[in-house]
């Protein structure tokens, strides 16, 4: 089985800044994408960025030059960088992967748990 453990969530005042971490671990396994989603209450689940296997980032609108995604291939983790944050950024956020274990023969979507962010005004 995969692991998703997200870590850096928290309370911050409009304009801060913070930094989520999630790591994958458990069975032999590739990342083929992994990201971050947001949900906030009464909200669809959105993606907020997202990193392939040859670094290529996508980022919502919403979030894009304000947050930076980065990604450790050898340590199998992944980071957020949210820096101007909003009251709107308020949300659960969710690490999501897209990872293929070995002896499987297609790639399966896993989850973190998912961290607070709570940004007040």
């Not at 990201?35 to 996508?58: C, F, I, M, N």
């Not at 009251?87 to 002896?103: N, R, V």
């Amino acid at each position: 089985q995969v692991q998703l453990v997200e870590s850096g969530g928290g309370l911050v005042q409009a304009g801060g800044s913070l930094r989520l971490a999630c790591a994958a671990s458990g069975s032999t396994f590739s990342i083929n994408a992994i990201g971050w989603y947001r949900q906030a209450p009464g909200k669809q689940r959105e993606l907020v960025a997202g990193v392939t296997g040859d670094g290529s980032t996508t980022y919502a609108d919403s979030v894009r030059g304000r947050f930076t995604i980065s990604r450790d291939n050898a340590k199998n983790t992944v980071h957020l960088q949210m820096n101007s944050l909003k009251p709107e950024d308020t949300a659960g956020y969710y690490c999501w992967a897209y990872i293929l274990k070995d002896g499987d023969r297609r790639p399966t979507d896993y989850w973190g748990q998912g961290t607070q962010v709570t940004v007040s005004s």
